[in-house]
C-alpha cells in the first residue's frame, strides 16, 4: 500500500480534494439511499453504499492508472477513441434503458458484468482530447474556416446530433465547452463568432419546434424539454408534477438553513426523486446546511484552481489545452448541477461529480481527473520538440515523444 502512494504522481492538491470530496460523499448518499429502498424498493441501504464504494474504488483505479501514461500518448488515443465513441453513440440510440425510473436510449449494457454505461459521458472526454490535438497541430499556422470543417467541426457536430435527441442538456454542453476550448486555443475568432451566431438561430428554431410542434420529433423527450423550460421560466404556468421535484428542493434548503439539520436527518430525501444523483445537493443542504453547501462549493471552486494552476505550468500547448479541455467540465457540471437545485437554471439531469451515485459518470470523472495529474506529471510535461509526424496516424503519434 505505501509503494502505491510513493507511485502517486502530479498535483498533490488535486489528489487531495479528489479524495475529500469522494469520501464526503458516502454520507450524503448513505442517507438518501433511503429513497430508493423503501419508496422505490431498491435493495439495501448498506447495499448502495458498498456498491457506491465500489464504483469509487475502480475509479480510483483509473485515476491511477490514467495518470500514469504519459500525456503525449492521448493524441493517439483520441484518434483510435473517437471512430469508437461514434459507433457507440450511434448504437445506445437503438438501445431502450430504464435506470431509476428514467427511460431512455442514454446508456447500454456491459455484457457480462450487466453495468449501464452512458456513452455520451465518454464521448466528452474523447472529443475534448480530440479538439485539444487539432487546435495543438494548427497553432503556428493560418487556418480557415474551410480547413477546419473536416478535422475539427465535423466530428464535433456528429458527437452532438448523436447525443442530442436523448440528452440536449449535455450536448449544450459539450458544444459550448468545445467553443470555449477554441477560443482558448487560439481558433480564429471571426469563424467562432459566425459559428456561434449560427448555433443560436439554428437554436431558436429547434426551441420554436420544441415548443410549438413537439410532436414532429420522435419520443417523448421534446416534450420533457418544454416542461423543463416552462417551468423555469413561467412557473406559474406549468404543471404542478413539472414543479412537485423543485418545490422539494427549496423545501429541502429551507429546512437546512445555516448549519442544518444533521447527517442522516433529512426528511425530503423521501419524497423527492433523483435525491441520491441528480438532486443530492438540495439533501446535502438539509442536512449539513448552508456552510456544508458553501464548503461544497469553496472545494469545487479549489479544484478549477488547481486544474488552472496545473495548466498554466504546464510546458507544452497540447498539455495546457489537454487539462483546461477535460478538467474543466469536470466543475462546470458541478455547477450546473448546484444551479439547478437552487433554481438559476432549468433541470438538466447532471449529476454532482464525485458525490452522486452513478457508475459510468464516476468512472469518466475519473479518467478526466487522471489525464490532469498526467499533465501535472513534471516528469512527463517535457517541452515539445518538433518531430516529423504523420498526425493522422494514431500508431505514429503514440510512438513519438512529442
Same mark, same amino acid.
Given at each position: 500500500?505505501?509503494?502505491?502512494?510513493?507511485?502517486?504522481?502530479?498535483?498533490?492538491?488535486?489528489?487531495?480534494?479528489?479524495?475529500?470530496?469522494?469520501?464526503?460523499?458516502?454520507?450524503?448518499?448513505?442517507?438518501?439511499?433511503?429513497?430508493?429502498?423503501?419508496?422505490?424498493?431498491?435493495?439495501?441501504?448498506?447495499?448502495?453504499?458498498?456498491?457506491?464504494?465500489?464504483?469509487?474504488?475502480?475509479?480510483?483505479?483509473?485515476?491511477?492508472?490514467?495518470?500514469?501514461?504519459?500525456?503525449?500518448?492521448?493524441?493517439?488515443?483520441?484518434?483510435?477513441?473517437?471512430?469508437?465513441?461514434?459507433?457507440?453513440?450511434?448504437?445506445?440510440?437503438?438501445?431502450?434503458?430504464?435506470?431509476?425510473?428514467?427511460?431512455?436510449?442514454?446508456?447500454?449494457?456491459?455484457?457480462?458484468?450487466?453495468?449501464?454505461?452512458?456513452?455520451?459521458?465518454?464521448?466528452?472526454?474523447?472529443?475534448?482530447?480530440?479538439?485539444?490535438?487539432?487546435?495543438?497541430?494548427?497553432?503556428?499556422?493560418?487556418?480557415?474556416?474551410?480547413?477546419?470543417i473536416l478535422p475539427l467541426w465535423l466530428p464535433t457536430a456528429l458527437v452532438v446530433l448523436l447525443i442530442l435527441p436523448e440528452n440536449f442538456s449535455t450536448a449544450a454542453i459539450i458544444s459550448l465547452l468545445v467553443l470555449i476550448l477554441c477560443f482558448l486555443g487560439g481558433y480564429p475568432l471571426k469563424y467562432l463568432f459566425s459559428i456561434l451566431g449560427a448555433g443560436l438561430v439554428l437554436g431558436a428554431m429547434f426551441m420554436f419546434v420544441v415548443f410549438k410542434t413537439p410532436e414532429v420529433i420522435p419520443?417523448?423527450?421534446?416534450?420533457?424539454?418544454?416542461?423543463?423550460?416552462? /417551468?423555469?421560466? !413561467?412557473?406559474?404556468?406549468?404543471?404542478?408534477?413539472? #414543479?412537485?421535484?423543485?418545490?422539494? %428542493?427549496? +423545501?429541502?434548503? &429551507?429546512?437546512?438553513?445555516?448549519?442544518?439539520?444533521?447527517?442522516?436527518?433529512?426528511?425530503?430525501?423521501?419524497?423527492?426523486?433523483?435525491?441520491?444523483?441528480?438532486?443530492?445537493?438540495?439533501?446535502?443542504?438539509?442536512?449539513?446546511?448552508?456552510?456544508?453547501?458553501?464548503?461544497?462549493?469553496?472545494?469545487?471552486?479549489?479544484?478549477?484552481?488547481?486544474?488552472?494552476?496545473?495548466?498554466?505550468?504546464?510546458? /507544452?500547448?497540447? !498539455?495546457?489545452?489537454?487539462?483546461?479541455?477535460?478538467? #474543466?467540465?469536470?466543475?462546470?457540471? %458541478?455547477? +450546473?448541477?448546484? &444551479?439547478?437545485?437552487?433554481?438559476?437554471?432549468?433541470?438538466?439531469?447532471?449529476?454532482?461529480?464525485?458525490?452522486?451515485?452513478?457508475?459510468?459518470?464516476?468512472?469518466?470523472?475519473?479518467?478526466?481527473?487522471?489525464?490532469?495529474?498526467?499533465?501535472?506529471?513534471?516528469?512527463?510535461?517535457?517541452?515539445?520538440?518538433?518531430?516529423?509526424?504523420?498526425?493522422?496516424?494514431?500508431?505514429?503519434?503514440?510512438?513519438?515523444?512529442?
Amino acid at each position: 500500500m505505501l509503494s502505491v502512494f510513493k507511485n502517486l504522481k502530479g498535483d498533490k492538491a488535486i489528489w487531495g480534494l479528489v479524495a475529500l470530496l469522494a469520501l464526503f460523499s458516502f454520507l450524503p448518499v448513505y442517507s438518501a439511499s433511503t429513497n430508493l429502498v423503501y419508496v422505490n424498493d431498491d435493495g439495501t441501504t448498506i447495499g448502495h453504499l458498498v456498491k457506491h464504494g465500489v464504483l469509487l474504488f475502480l475509479g480510483f483505479g483509473i485515476i491511477y492508472a490514467v495518470h500514469r501514461i504519459p500525456t503525449h500518448y492521448f493524441k493517439g488515443l483520441s484518434i483510435i477513441a473517437l471512430p469508437i465513441v461514434l459507433i457507440l453513440l450511434a448504437y445506445t440510440l437503438t438501445v431502450e434503458t430504464k435506470i431509476g425510473g428514467v427511460t431512455a436510449n442514454r446508456w447500454i449494457k456491459i455484457p457480462f458484468v450487466g453495468v449501464n454505461f452512458q456513452t455520451s459521458t465518454l464521448a466528452s472526454v474523447v472529443l475534448m482530447i480530440w479538439v485539444a490535438r487539432y487546435l495543438t497541430k494548427i497553432k503556428d499556422t493560418v487556418i480557415t474556416f474551410k480547413e477546419s470543417i473536416l478535422p475539427l467541426w465535423l466530428p464535433t457536430a456528429l458527437v452532438v446530433l448523436l447525443i442530442l435527441p436523448e440528452n440536449f442538456s449535455t450536448a449544450a454542453i459539450i458544444s459550448l465547452l468545445v467553443l470555449i476550448l477554441c477560443f482558448l486555443g487560439g481558433y480564429p475568432l471571426k469563424y467562432l463568432f459566425s459559428i456561434l451566431g449560427a448555433g443560436l438561430v439554428l437554436g431558436a428554431m429547434f426551441m420554436f419546434v420544441v415548443f410549438k410542434t413537439p410532436e414532429v420529433i420522435p419520443g417523448q423527450r421534446a416534450t420533457t424539454w418544454k416542461s423543463r423550460i416552462e /417551468t423555469f421560466w !413561467s412557473p406559474e404556468k406549468a404543471d404542478k408534477d413539472d #414543479l412537485h421535484q423543485l418545490t422539494l %428542493a427549496k +423545501i429541502a434548503i &429551507a429546512e437546512g438553513g445555516v448549519v442544518g439539520k444533521g447527517a442522516g436527518k433529512s426528511v425530503i430525501k423521501n419524497m423527492l426523486s433523483q435525491s441520491t444523483s441528480d438532486f443530492i445537493f438540495a439533501i446535502i443542504i438539509e442536512e449539513y446546511g448552508l456552510l456544508g453547501g458553501g464548503a461544497l462549493l469553496f472545494f469545487y471552486l479549489l479544484l478549477l484552481f488547481r486544474i488552472v494552476v496545473v495548466a498554466n505550468s504546464a510546458k /507544452t500547448i497540447f !498539455s495546457k489545452l489537454l487539462v483546461i479541455g477535460v478538467g #474543466l467540465p469536470i466543475v462546470f457540471q %458541478a455547477f +450546473i448541477n448546484m &444551479a439547478v437545485v437552487v433554481q438559476l437554471f432549468p433541470v438538466t439531469g447532471q449529476p454532482l461529480p464525485l458525490i452522486s451515485m452513478g457508475g459510468t459518470s464516476i468512472w469518466m470523472t475519473c479518467m478526466a481527473i487522471g489525464i490532469v495529474l498526467s499533465a501535472s506529471n513534471k516528469s512527463e510535461n517535457l517541452e515539445e520538440e518538433s518531430y516529423d509526424i504523420d498526425e493522422t496516424n494514431p500508431l505514429e503519434v503514440l510512438s513519438g515523444q512529442l
